[in-house]
T-cell receptor
């Protein structure tokens, strides 16, 4: 149980375009989802926290207009990188937790390359 | 804010030797502690967690960790490693100030098991 999927697993896009990444909880209802960014050889940095039906809460330094997060249902959250630039290239990982639980279940990640 | 320190960025070790990966955190309030493993181009897999109770926690794949409140440490150990343990290991902490909702990750330790 507690499986989280991400789609796509990797994507290449041209500078200036937008790309959407999906995060799904497959066998539980995720009341809260988290989006992380992982730079090469570095740790995961929390970008934002989203609760179903609410606006996402962004961490300091994360541009909310650039990284659009939607959590429209209890099983799906999306991250849209708008007007992507090469510096947005990174590994994006989502996690989800259900109800009052504290444990986060992580997706397999999406590698974004902006050319 | 919480900070998590993994002092060793890389740990080389021979197969069947014991290993310890170190993790220290900064919080002075109640914490939950986690160790995750990440294989190349994959998401994070939970190895073990400390919530309360016994300070010695056993996880999957023969790993264990000990919570030391006075030293604010949560070191990960395995008495005999295998080639398949080669991966990157992340320590994570959440605390009461954020209702255990926000995870803070260390910078990771790459474990390289040699034959």
């Amino acid at each position: 149980g507690a499986v989280v999927s991400q789609h796509p697993s990797w994507v290449i896009c041209k500078s200036g375009t937008s790309v959407k990444i999906e995060c799904r909880s497959l066998d539980f209802q995720a009341t809260t989802m988290f989006w992380y960014r992982q730079f090469p050889k570095q740790s995961l940095m929390l970008m934002a926290t989203s609760n179903e039906g609410s606006k996402a809460t962004y961490e300091q330094g994360v541009e909310k207009d650039k990284f659009l997060i939607n959590h429209a249902s209890l099983t799906l959250s999306t991250l849209t990188v708008t007007s992507a630039h090469p510096e947005d290239s990174s590994f994006y990982i989502c996690s989800a937790k259900g109800g009052a639980g504290f444990e986060q279940y992580f997706g397999p990640g999406t590698r974004l390359t902006v050319t | 804010a919480q900070s998590v320190t993994q002092l060793d960025s890389q740990v080389p070790v021979f197969e069947e030797a014991p290993v310890e990966l170190r993790c220290n955190y900064s919080s002075s309030v109640s914490v939950y502690l986690f160790w995750y493993v990440q294989y190349p181009n994959q998401g994070l897999q939970l190895l073990l967690k400390y919530l309360s109770g016994s300070t010695l926690v056993k996880g999957i794949n023969g790993f264990e960790a000990e919570f030391n409140k006075s030293q604010t440490s949560f070191h990960l150990r395995k008495p005999s490693v295998h080639i398949s343990d080669t991966a990157e290991y992340f320590c994570a902490v959440s605390d009461r100030r954020n209702n255990f909702n926000k995870f803070y990750f260390g910078s990771g330790t790459k474990l390289n098991v040699k034959p």
